[in-house]
């Protein structure tokens, strides 16, 4: 429920393309964001759904592209209002991925906060019984 949140916020903030949750060791693409969930603390309580999300995004590329830093330049053009939901770790790590390449990996820490409403449908029967009025009022018309 969080995940297409996180996902639109990131491509906000990061500019990027695509996002794939999964580890940057297993980078395959290149100038992509990769996420990695470490945990994920979900609550819902009167028609609210809350979620603090921890975990670490990367991005591989070459470095010319991706200079050590990406991730905190970006950070000073993201709006305020996208800047709010989340918590960066101050370090930016760097690493070769093989030596002597020209592909590097960057990633930083980060911590999420998700709110949003979330009014689920009470039982199979309600459900059904509003399809079947969805239905209805759309034949009527």
């Known amino acids: 429920m969080f995940k297409k949140a996180l996902e639109r916020d990131l491509k906000a903030i990061f500019k990027v393309k695509k996002i794939v949750f999964q580890r940057i060791e297993n980078a395959l693409e290149q100038n992509i964001l990769y996420v990695e969930i470490s945990s994920a603390k979900t609550?819902?309580?009167?028609?609210a759904e809350f979620a603090t999300v921890r975990g670490r995004i990367g991005i591989a590329g070459p470095l010319a592209g991706n200079p050590f830093g990406f991730f905190h330049k970006k950070l000073e053009d993201a709006p305020n209002a996208l800047e709010k939901?989340?918590?960066f770790g101050k370090t930016e790590w760097q690493?070769?991925?093989?030596?002597?390449?020209?592909?590097?990996?960057?990633?930083?820490?980060?911590?999420y906060?998700?709110?949003?409403?979330?009014?689920?449908?009470?039982?199979?029967?309600?459900?059904?019984?509003?399809?079947?009025?969805?239905?209805?009022?759309?034949?009527k018309q």
Not at 43 to 47: D, L, W
């Open 43 to 47: 609550t819902v309580r009167r028609g």
């Open 85 to 87: 939901r989340f918590h």
């Open 95 to 111: 690493s070769e991925n093989l030596p002597g390449w020209e592909i590097k990996t960057q990633t930083i820490d980060f911590m």
């Open 113 to 139: 906060f998700y709110a949003n409403e979330y009014y689920p449908v009470k039982g199979f029967i309600t459900g059904i019984k509003w399809i079947f009025n969805y239905i209805k009022g759309a034949i």
